[in-house]
C-alpha cells in the first residue's frame, strides 16, 4: 500500500474541475454568456455607449436608413426612427427594458412559483392538492388574455406590465419545483437531516433548495425569456409599456407600420430581442446540460 | 428489566392510489406491531421487501406517526418528546450512501448537520466533525470534499459520522450495507462494531440478508407483511428457527459452500401483497403446513423466555389436516 | 371509472368556478360597468339608472350568484358591445379558434416528433445539432413577428396564400405556421428527451435483446412511452393556444374567440370577457382530461391498477 | 467438447468525460455446451459490459475489440444483421431489475409472443401456445390468464420468470444472465436460481451467469471465472475455487462474507483495505497490487497466469506466502 | 375588384351594432349612409342642404320644423315610406327605453308628429338652428313597421333600410356584404349607385389592411398614416387619396382645484407646453397633405370660428424652458398624457414635451375610457380630437370642451359667458363677437393647444374612381371603376 504500487491517478479530476471543463466544453453555453453579458453590459454602459439621447426627436430626420443602405449617414448608424430618434441609441436603450422586464418578472414569479412548488412537494398531502388546483386554475386562465385584460383596465405601463406578467407566470416554477422537490424530497438525505431534529425552514433551504436550484435555473431562464417576448406581444396589442420608453417590444410594434417599406425597422429590434432571447435560453440549455447528472449521453 | 425503546400495538397505514380509475386503498405497513428494545443489544430485523421494515425504522425515529399504538423511549412517548430531544438520543444511517448525503454540501458540513441543529457554534462544529470523521477511518482531508468525490463505502461511513456525532444511544441501520461490495460491506459491519464496543451503542440492524444479521445481532425479529412473526435471541433463532417463514427464510440462504446446490424453500408462489393481506395468518397463502385455522385466526403471539413466536403450531396445531 | 370521471367533472366545474369568480371580482373592481353599458354621452343619472336597471348595485356576490344562475341555465348575459346574447356570438367564434389552435397544435406535432426521435437515435449528430438549432431559434422569434413576416413573403411578394380573413382553408395555413412553429420547440425537446430516456431504459434494451428490428424497437417499444409527456403538455400548449391565439387573429383578421376576446377586453365588454375565461378554463380542464385518457391508454401503469 | 462460446482477449473501451474508461481489458472464457459459466466480481469490474458486448448491445460510446468472439461457430463481430438475428433467438438475456426490464405499455402476451413471431415466423396462435407452455414452464399457474397482464401487476418474482419464459422462447443454445436475483428477496432468488437450474438440466441451455454473490456463485456454477477491475484473475471450477482460492483478491473475498457456522458472531471479518482502481487510463501489471498484503514491485510488471489442473490464476505467487495483510 | 364590379372595403373598427342608432363608430355612420337615408342631405362640395327623403322642410316657430315627404320611396323589404316612418323612428329614438348610444344626435328632439301620410313635424326640446345639420347627418330613417316588429337587435341582423345599398348579409365583428339596391329612388340627392357589391370586412390591424390592399385582397382602405400613405404611393397598382377634414386635434388641459396635475394650474406652464410644441413641422412631418395648423379651438371653416385677434404662440423651446423654470419648474416634472387615437402624433409631442423637461407618460386607451377617465377628473392632460359631427358651426365644437359641460375641464366662467352668448344668439353678427371673446380668452389663459386639423388618407386600387370628402365618408354610391 505504498505510492510506489499506485497505479493509476486514481481519483482522476475532481467534480469542480469536472465541471468547470464541461462548462468551457459546452459551446451553446459559452456563446450564450458571451452574448448575454454582450447585452447586459451594453445595458449597464447605455448612457456611455448611446451616440444619442434616445427620446431626442427630429421630426425632420425621420426614418433615416441605417448605413448599409445607399443614403444611410454615419451620425444615424442604425438610422433613425419615424420620429427621428437614433436608432441605435434606442436599441441600446431598450435593451434596458428588455433585460429588466425579464428579470423583474422572472423574480416574482419565480419567488411565487418557487414557494409553492416547494410547499408542495415537500409538505405534499392537502398543501399539495391545494397548490395543484390553484396551479390548474391558474393554467386554466388563459395567460395572454388576463394579462391584456388587467392592463386594459388598469392602464400600461412598465411597472404595470412587470406586475401583471410577475403575478400570473408562476406556474412553470411551481409545476417544475413541485416535481423536483417531490424527488428530492423522498431521498434519504432528507430524511437524514429530519431525524437531527432540523427544522422545516431549515431543510427547505438548506437541504432541497440546493438540490434543485439547477432546474430553478432553467425554468428562470426560459421564464426570462419568454417574459421578454410576452411584454413584446403586449406593447404589440399596444397594451404594454408605453411609449417612449425604447423597449424593444414597442419598437417592433411601432415599426410594423413601416414593414413594407422600411423594412430594417422592424426587423432590427426583432433580431435584438431574438439575440437576447436566444442568449438567455442558449445560457439555460447549456445550464441544464452540464448540471445533468449523466450530461448528455 | 424496562425497555430502552418499545413499541406497543402500533399501526401505520398508508392509503394508496393505483391508476387513474382505480380507488384509493389502505395499505397496513406496519400491523399491530409489537417491539421492545434493551440497552447495548443489536437488534436485527429481518424481512422480505415491502414488509414494513423502513416503515418501523421511520416510527421509531419520530419521521413518522403511528395511526395506534405507542412508541416510548426510555418510558417517553416518542410522539410528544419534541424532534430534538429525540434527535440526540436516536440516529439512523440509510441504506443508499448515494441518496443519504446531501451533493451540494462538502462532508464536513454534512457530518455537522445534527451539532447545527442542536445549537452548537461553528467552530467546535467543524472540531467534533472532523473528530468524528477520523474516528470513522475517513482522513482529514475528505471534510471539505464533497460525496460524489467519495466511493460507496466511505460515504457511508460519512452517513455513519453524522449518525455518531451528536453521541446518540441508539443507531438506527436501514440495510447499512445492502448496496455495498462485500468487500466494502465487510469494513463497515467491522467499523459497526468496533463503534459499539467502544461507545456502547444499542443497534437496530435492518436487513435481508440473514447472513449478516447473524454476524452482527444479538436478538432477531423477523417479520412478514407488517407484522413480526417471530423474534428471538440469534443463538435460538437460527439454530431452532420455530415460525415456518424464518424456516424457509434461513433454508433460502446461500451460503458458499459449493456442490449443495440451490434449496427447495417450499414456499409457493403467492408473493405477498401489502395492499391484499390474507385473512388469518398472513403468511398462510404460502405455508406448507397451513391448515384451516391459519386461514381464519390471526395468530397470537407466544411468548417464550427471549422473544415470542406467532404461529397456530405452537398454540394449539392448524386445525384439521393441512390443506 | 365512473367514480374517476365525477371527480374529473367535479374539478373541471370547481376550476371552472373558481375562474369565473375570480374574473368576476376582477373585472368588476376594475371599473364601473355601468359607465360602459351607459355608454358614449351618458349623464350621471343615466349611469346611475343603468346602475339600477342591471343590479349594479347589490353586492358583488349577489352579481355573481345571480351570473351563476344564469349560467346554470345556459344563459351568459348579453354583449354590452354587440348587445346580443352572448352565447351565440362565442359559440359561433370558438369554432374557428379551436380549428386553428387544433391546426397549429398538429402542425407542431408534425414537425417535432420525426425531429425529435431523430436527435434522440442519433445524438450529438448533424440532425441533433439541426434540431437543437431550429428549437432555440424558434423560440427567440417572437410570433407576431413572424406572422408579419409570413404575410410579407407568402401573401403580398409571392401572392400565394391569402393574407386575413377565414373563410376557405388557405386563410389557415399562415397563421397555423405562426401559432404552430411557436410551441414546436417545446415538443421536440420532450419529444428528445424523453426519447432519449426511454431509449435507455431496461425494457428497451430488453426489446434489442429480442433481436427486433430498430424500427420496431423505437416505433413499437419505445416511443409509445416516451409519448406520455407530450400528450401532457399538448394538453396544456393547446390550452395556451387558445389563449395565445389573440395576437395571431388580430393580425390575420381571423374572426374567433381569441379576437373577440381582444375586442371585449377594449371595450370592457364583462359579459362576453367572462363568458370566454369561463368557456376557455372549461376546455382547458377538458383538454387535460382528454390527455388523462390518452395516456391512460398509452401507458397501462396509469389504466389497469 | 466444441465450447459454444468462445471469447479471447476481449476489450470493451468507454469514451467518458474523465477520458476513455477501459471496463473489459483482455478477457478470455470459453462455454461449453450445458455448462454454467458464472462472472463473479465486485460492481463496476465489467461483468455487464461483457455480457453486453455479447450481444452487442453496448452504449454508443462503447468500443468493442476481441482476437475471438464466436457463438456455435459464428463470428460475432462479423455482421450486425446475422447478430440480430442470432440474439433473442440462439442466445437471449435476462436482465436484473425485473421492474424495469419489460416494457409496461404492452402485456406479457405481446411482449412474448412478439420475439417467437419475430424469429420464427410464428402465427399469433403458435406463438401464445408457445408462451403459455413455458410460462407453465417456469412455474407460473393459469398461464392463459396471465398473457393479457401489464407487467406492472406482476410481482417482481413472477416477472424475472416472465423475463426466463421470454428468453427461452425461440430455444436458445446460451443463456445470458445478468444478476437475475440480485433485486428479488432470499426466498424468491432461491426459487428463480433453482428454476433455472432446472430448466438447464431439461433442455441442456449453457448458461452465462453474472452475479456478485459469491453464495449464488458456490451453488449453481459450474465454473467460475472471478474478475477484477476488467479483468478475469481467476478462474476454475466451482469446487476448486472455493476449496482453494489462488488469488489474493478471491481469498479476500471470501474472508470479507461472514459464512454462518464458520464465521464466530461479532468478529472482526476479514477485509480488503482500499478501494477498486479507476479503470480510466492505462494499468500495467496486476491491477490489485495496490490492495494486496502480498505485493511486491513485480506486480507492476506484466503478471504470467498460474495453473493448477483447470484453475487459473494470474499473480506472481505460486502460492501465498504466510504474510497477513 | 374591378372585374365583377364590386368595392372589398377594409375598415379596423368593428360596429357593436349596424343599426345606426345603435352604434358610435365611423363604420358605423359609413354603413349608415349607404343602406339608409336621412330626411335632407347635405352636399358635400357645397355645403348646400337638399331633400331626400322629404322635399321640403320650414321652420313653424322656433321648435316647429314641418317636413314634406317623398313619394314612392320603397324599403328594401318593400314597405313602402311615408309619415309614419318619420314619426315612429324619431319618436322611438327619443325615448330612453331604447338606449340609443349615439344620444347627442336624437337629444334635441322632442318628439315627431304625423300631420299626414307624407307630412310630418318634428318638435324640438329648445330652440336648435342646428336641427338642419343632425338631420342631414346621423339622423337616419327606419322603415315602422319591420322596425316595430324586430327592435334594434333585429335590425342589427338584417338590416332593412331605404339607401342605395341593402345588407345582404351580416355576421357579427366580421364582414357585411352589400348589394347594389336597383330600386333607389331615382330622385335621390345621391346618385344612382354603379358598383354590384360592396364588402365591408373588419380587418383590426393596420398593416394586414395595408397588406390585403397590396396583395390585392382588398380594394380600398382608409385613414392609412401619413408615412405609409407616402410610400404606397410607389406602389404601382395602388392610388392614394387624401383629403382634410372637419375633425380638429387639440391638447387639452384640466386647470381646475382637483387637478390630477397640480402643475397645469399655473398658465406659465401651459404657455411653455403651447410654446413647446413645433405645430407647423408636426403638420408637414406627421399629420398630412392638407392638415392646417389651428390658431384658434375650433375648425377654420365653422360659422364663428375666428382666427384673427387671437393670441398666437409661436414654436420656442428656450421660452417654453424659460417659462417652465419662472414658474418652479427648471427640471420639468411628469404627467400623464392621455390619448386615443394618432397615436404618433401623441408620440411626437412626448418628444417635443421631453425636450423642454416636460415628461408625458402615454396612456392610451379607448375613447369611451379616457373620456370617463376626463369626466371623473383623473385625467389633467389630453390629446383630443373632434369632429363637430360635420357640423360647420362653432356651436357644434368649441362649447363641447369649453361650456361648462361635463367634458370642460376648465370652467373659466368668462368663456362659459362669452359661448352661452354665442349659442343662444339669434344674430350672426353678435354671435361672432360672443364665439370670438370665447376663443381670444381661451388662447389668452392658454386652456388648450389647438393644435392642426387633419387629413385622412384613403388607399385604393388604382382603377376606382372615387372623392376624398371633409366629412371622411366614402360614398360608395357615387364611385365607378376606370
Ligand atoms: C356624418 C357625420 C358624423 C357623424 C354621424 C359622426 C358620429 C360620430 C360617431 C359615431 C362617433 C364615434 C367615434 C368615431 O368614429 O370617431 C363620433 C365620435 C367622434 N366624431 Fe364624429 N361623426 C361624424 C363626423 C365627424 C367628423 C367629420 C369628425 C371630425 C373631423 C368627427 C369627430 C369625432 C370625434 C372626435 C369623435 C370622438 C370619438 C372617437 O374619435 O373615437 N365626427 N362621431
Ligand atoms: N409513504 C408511503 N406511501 C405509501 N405506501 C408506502 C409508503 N411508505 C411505505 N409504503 C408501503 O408500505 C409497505 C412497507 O414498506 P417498507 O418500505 O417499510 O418496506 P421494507 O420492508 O423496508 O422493504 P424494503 O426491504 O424493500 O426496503 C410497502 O408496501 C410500501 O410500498
Ligand atoms: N454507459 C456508461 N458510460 C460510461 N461508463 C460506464 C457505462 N456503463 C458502465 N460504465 C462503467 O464501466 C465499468 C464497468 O461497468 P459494468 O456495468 O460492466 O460493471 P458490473 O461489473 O456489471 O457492475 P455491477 O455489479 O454494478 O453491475 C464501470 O466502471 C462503470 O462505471
Ligand atoms: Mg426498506
Ligand atoms: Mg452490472
Redesign the pocket.
Known sequence: MTDAFAIVDVAGPTSGVLLRRRIFAHKGLMLGTILLALIVLMAVLAPLLAPHDPYAQDLTRRAIPPIWYENGTWTHILGTDNLGRDYLSRIIYGARISLLIGLAVMVISGLIGTALGLAAGYFGGRTDMFVTFIVTVRLALPLILVALAVVALIGGSLWVVIMVLGLLKWDRFAVVMRAATQQVRSLDYVAAAESTGASTLRIIVGEVLPNVLPQLIVVASVEAASAILLEAALSFLGLGVQPPLPSWGLMIAEAKAYMFFSFWLIAIPGVALGILVLAINMVGDGIRDVTAPAGRS | MSALLEAKEVT?T???GRGLFAKKRL????NNLDLSLDKGEVLGLV????????????LLLGL?APNSGSITLAGSDVGAMGRLALARRIQPVF?DPYSSLNPRKPVASIVALPLAVQGVGAAERRKRAVAMLEKVGLAKRHADVYPNELSGGQRQRVAIARALVVEPEIVLL??PTSALDVSVQSQILNLLLDLRRDLGLTYVF?S?NLAVVEHIATRVAV?YL?RIVEMADRETLFRAPRHPYTRALLESVLTPEPGLGVPETGLGLAIP???NSPSGCVFHPRCEEAGPRCKAEVPRSLRSPDGFVACHLYDGGVGRAAA | MLAYALKRLGLALLVALTVSALAFVALRASGDAAIAIAGEGARAEDIENVRKMYGLDRPLIVQYGDWLGKLARGDFGESLFFKTDVRPLVLEKLPTTLYLAFFSLLFALVISIPLGILAAVYPNSWVDRLCLSLAVLGQAMPNFFFALILIMVFAVTLRWLPVSGSDTWAHFVMPTIALGYYIAPAFMRLVRAGMIEVLASDYVRTARAKGLSPRSVILKHALRNALVPVVALAAVQLGFLLGGSVVIETIFALDGAGFLAYQSITHKDLPVMQALLTMLSFIYVGLTLIADLINAWLDPRIRVG | MEPILSVANLRVDLKTPRGTLHAVRGISFDIAPGETLCLVGESGCGKSMTALSLMGLLPGSATRTSDTLTFEGRDLTRSMKELMRLRGNRMAMIFQEPMTALNPAYTIGDQLAEVHRHHKNSTAAEARERAIFLLEKVGITAAAERLSQYPHQLSGGLRQRVMIAMSLMCGPALLIADEPTTAL?VTIQAQILRLLADLQRDLGVSILLITHDLGVVARVAHRVAVMYAGEIVESATAADLFRHPRHPYTRGLLASIPIPGRTPPGERLGSIPGTVPSLIGGVTGCAFRDRCGYAEPRCAEDVPWKSVGSQRWRCIHETLPAVAA | GKRDNSIRFAYDQVAESIDPYMNNVRIGVILGQQVWDTLIYRDPKTNEYKGQLATAWKWIDDRTLEVDLRQGVKFHNGEEFDADDVVYTLNFVVKPDSKVVTQQNVDWIERAEKIDKYKARIITKRPFPAAIEYLAGPVVIHPNEYYEKVGPRGMNEKPVGSGPYKVVEHQVGKLVRMERNADYFKDSPKPQPTIQKVEIRFIPDRQTQIAEIMAGGVDMIMNVALDQATQIKAVPQLQVVSGETMRIAFLNFNSMENTPSPQLRDIRVRKAILHAIDRETMVKQVVGEGARVLKSQCFPSQFGCATEGIEQYNYDPAKAKALLAEAGFPNGFDLDLYAYRERNQTEAMIGYLRAVGIKANLRFMQYAAMRETARAGKAAFLHQTWGSFSVNDVSASTPVYYKNGPDDLNRDPEVIAALDKGDSSIDPEARKAAYKEALARIASQALSVPLFSLTTYYVATKDLNFVAYPDEMPRFWEMTFR
Open positions: 401505520r398508508f392509503w394508496v395499505l397496513t405497513a406496519v424481512g422480505e421487501s415491502g414488509s414494513g421494515k423502513s416503515t418501523l425504522a421511520k413518522l441504506q436501514d440495510e435492518i435481508h417479520m407488517g401483497n401489502p395492499l | 428477496d
